[in-house]
């Protein structure tokens, strides 16, 4: 199996075999001429066409011309028509959610009121801004688009696709089919509602990464990664889901959304099809949840090994099932190792392949989430390349892709302070919330784990940052009035993560003011996360131990060899680049003085040990 089959399995749960089958069955349609291959080939009018209308709002934005109509028409996606053209619209020939006059689908009573529509179109124009110059704060930007009233009634449908054409490489178009596909792989239940969007495009966003280098590999390796999993959406609703689904299939409607979030088991809203669909009417989606009604902090529950006998050996799951149900019936064993065993061995005795007797051990990855879970903030504490920056973000993604929470990354420097922090009181007494206050809100307002993650903690001086968060960090749900005026709540369902360099006296510091707050983690390198990315290459064995044999000839844990030279999905071709260019200068600064013991780690002296034939260096 290749490198990218098992990054799926590990990364979704999902079966790695059916997500490969279907890929290429939907290249085998769309590599010639064709249906499918136009539809990658439109791609670039309707980016065009973003572009144009969203130049022309910035040059009407530069004069303080009024956008509040026009944003409407040239930022949301509609078909083309008389009207769409008369007023210059975005005419998206791909993922068209608006038919005619957006107002006239969402006004109404209980719906968007007539008095709304300026606000709304110039916080559209603000949403779309904000996202195109900082990708990162994509939930920053929906949170105040959504505070508006009647934006509740504003879809991914129709969001996300001038998103997607303005910024592809940062953008996902999150349409109904791609909720279908991302759910099926998933195993989750995204809904067109805008505030699941930040959550669904965080997941897609992984699921692509994981998918990319199938994608390369491909026939269609010539095209932008993120047309061709829109057309493999495409492809995969309106042929294989609708052979699963006849009753869509039959439906005489031209657009299958509404049949195909229904069978893929999340319906966009309570009752009726989403309004970005067809233009229905609509329930208000239910307000987000006040602070005291967060689910409470979640708890650790019992792994359940279920052992088949061999009588009764799982039957292999259909194609287009769901596979959470399919998993959960499955022995606690991840997906790549199920992979891996004995197909004759699987067939005499599934029951000893597939029920170890005892839990598998757990990975680093494993310890991080307990102790997160455990205690609500870890602090990954470690030697620079260790890692640890890696293992926080896969940890803190992980657990946002779980619900509707929120993820914030912060660098920490020394110029950090309590004012932008938790709250900046000015000289009129007006209070300005800062980073923590701002994400606590942001996280009370929502039901799935929100996880703030800190850098380099070690560079700020934590006790004057933290000020009373310090110590409300062991206090969930407790609100304390701060020196300043108003009030500090640290939710339930609030994560805090830290990385830190706990070597030097600043590191060696900070970790004493966070110990009793936080759980800690030393993190050396993980070497699982390195054996996960090249589970096929037979050199990972022989790195290891020759990493913890220059370990040994340092002599400081603190300064071993960084792991994170070698965390990078190309490292089979790039292994003599990366020794050559970055081990071999570490180990010159390392061992400086003794030339002889750094010479007995070049790229030629090694080579041979890694299984790797000795190649003459670049020019």
């Known amino acids: 199996m290749s490198d990218g089959s098992r990054a799926v399995a590990t990364a979704t749960g999902a079966s790695p075999v059916e997500l490969l089958q279907l890929f290429s069955e939907y290249v085998d349609c769309a590599a010639p001429a064709g249906a499918y291959r136009d539809r990658l080939d439109a791609w670039a009018a309707a980016r065009a066409t973003a572009h144009r209308c969203w130049e022309s709002l910035l040059e009407a934005d530069r004069f303080a011309?009024?956008?509040?109509?026009?944003?409407?028409?040239?930022?949301?996606?509609?078909?083309?028509?008389?009207?769409?053209?008369?007023?210059?619209?975005?005419?998206?020939?791909?993922?068209?959610?608006?038919?005619?006059?957006?107002?006239?689908?969402?006004?109404?009573?209980?719906?968007?009121?007539?008095?709304?529509?300026?606000?709304?179109?110039?916080?559209?124009?603000?949403?779309?801004?904000?996202?195109?110059?900082?990708?990162?704060?994509?939930?920053?930007?929906?949170?105040?688009?959504?505070?508006?009233?009647?934006?509740?009634?504003?879809?991914?449908?129709?969001?996300?696709?001038?998103?997607?054409?303005?910024?592809?490489?940062?953008?996902?178009?999150?349409?109904?089919?791609?909720?279908?596909?991302?759910?099926?792989?998933?195993?989750?239940?995204?809904?067109?509602?805008?505030?699941?969007?930040?959550?669904?495009?965080?997941?897609?966003?992984?699921?692509?990464?994981?998918?990319r280098p199938v994608l390369l590999e491909s026939a269609l390796c010539d095209r932008r990664p993120e047309d061709v999993f829109e057309g493999f959406c495409h492809w995969f609703v309106h042929v294989r889901m609708a052979q699963s689904v006849p009753e869509a299939s039959n439906s005489p409607s031209d657009r299958p959304c509404e049949a195909l979030e229904t069978a893929a088991g999340a319906p966009d809203w309570p009752e009726s099809p989403s309004p970005a669909l067809d233009g229905g009417s609509t329930q208000e989606p239910p307000p987000p949840a006040a602070a005291h009604d967060v689910a409470p902090e979640p708890q650790s529950e019992p792994v359940v090994a279920v052992q088949p006998s061999p009588a009764e050996a799982?039957?292999?799951?259909?194609?287009?099932?769901?596979?959470?149900?399919?998993?959960?019936?499955?022995?606690?064993?991840?997906?790549?190792?199920?992979?891996?065993a004995d197909d004759e061995a699987t067939r005499v005795a599934p029951s000893v392949v597939l029920a170890p007797c005892r839990a598998p051990a757990m990975t680093l990855l494993d310890r991080a989430r307990a102790a997160l879970q455990r205690r609500g903030q870890l602090v990954l504490a470690g030697p620079p390349g260790s890692g640890k920056s890696h293992l926080a973000r896969r940890l803190a993604e992980d657990l946002v892709a779980q619900g509707d929470g929120v993820l914030e990354h912060l660098v920490f420097h020394g110029n950090w302070r309590y004012a932008d922090f938790v709250q900046l009181v000015r000289p009129d007494g007006t209070r300005h919330a800062g980073r923590f206050q701002a994400f606590c809100r942001q996280a009370a307002a929502r039901r799935g784990p929100?996880?703030?993650?800190?850098?380099?903690?070690?560079?700020?001086?934590?006790?004057?940052?933290?000020?009373?968060?310090?110590?409300?960090?062991?206090?969930?749900?407790?609100?304390?009035?701060?020196?300043?005026?108003?009030?500090?709540?640290?939710?339930?369902?609030?994560?805090?993560?830290?990385?830190?360099?706990?070597?030097?006296r600043n590191g060696r510091a900070a970790l004493a003011q966070l110990l009793r707050a936080c759980a800690v983690l030393r993190v050396h390198g993980d070497e699982d996360e390195l054996r996960r990315r090249h589970p096929e290459a037979?050199?990972?064995?022989?790195?290891?131990?020759?990493?913890?044999?220059?370990?040994?000839?340092?002599?400081?844990?603190?300064?071993?060899?960084?792991?994170?030279?070698?965390?990078?999905?190309?490292?089979?071709?790039?292994?003599?680049?990366?020794?050559?260019?970055?081990?071999?200068?570490?180990?010159?600064?390392?061992?400086?003085?003794?030339?002889?013991?750094?010479?007995?780690?070049?790229?030629?002296?090694?080579?041979?040990?890694?299984?790797?034939?000795?190649?003459?260096?670049?020019?």
């Open 65 to 211: 011309q009024n956008l509040d109509e026009a944003a409407l028409w040239k930022l949301l996606p509609y078909e083309n028509g008389p009207e769409a053209q008369h007023h210059g619209a975005f005419v998206h020939p791909l993922a068209p959610a608006v038919s005619g006059d957006v107002r006239a689908m969402l006004q109404g009573p209980g719906r968007v009121r007539h008095e709304q529509w300026p606000d709304l179109g110039r916080g559209l124009f603000e949403l779309v801004r904000r996202c195109t110059e900082h990708a990162s704060e994509l939930w920053q930007a929906v949170e105040a688009f959504l505070a508006l009233p009647g934006a509740q009634f504003f879809t991914c449908d129709l969001v996300s696709p001038v998103l997607h054409a303005l910024r592809p490489s940062e953008f996902v178009l999150l349409d109904a089919r791609a909720r279908a596909v991302l759910n099926h792989v998933t195993g989750s239940s995204f809904v067109g509602s805008l505030r699941d969007y930040p959550a669904a495009h965080l997941a897609a966003r992984r699921l692509l990464a994981d998918l």
């Open 538 to 619: 037979g050199f990972v064995e022989s790195l290891l131990d020759l990493r913890r044999a220059i370990g040994a000839e340092i002599g400081d844990p603190e300064r071993s060899l960084p792991l994170a030279f070698f965390l990078r999905a190309k490292l089979p071709g790039e292994l003599p680049d990366v020794w050559r260019t970055e081990v071999e200068p570490f180990l010159v600064e390392e061992l400086a003085g003794e030339p002889s013991r750094a010479a007995a780690y070049r790229w030629e002296a090694v080579a041979a040990r890694l299984g790797c034939p000795e190649q003459p260096a670049q020019a």
């Open 450 to 504: 929100s996880v703030l993650l800190i850098d380099d903690a070690e560079h700020a001086e934590l006790a004057d940052v933290f000020g009373e968060a310090l110590a409300l960090l062991d206090a969930r749900g407790r609100e304390v009035t701060l020196a300043g005026g108003g009030t500090l709540l640290v939710p339930h369902n609030a994560r805090l993560i830290l990385t830190l360099d706990g070597g030097g």
């Open 314 to 340: 799982p039957t292999p799951p259909q194609p287009l099932e769901p596979m959470t149900p399919v998993q959960a019936s499955m022995p606690t064993v991840p997906a790549f190792e199920m992979d891996a």
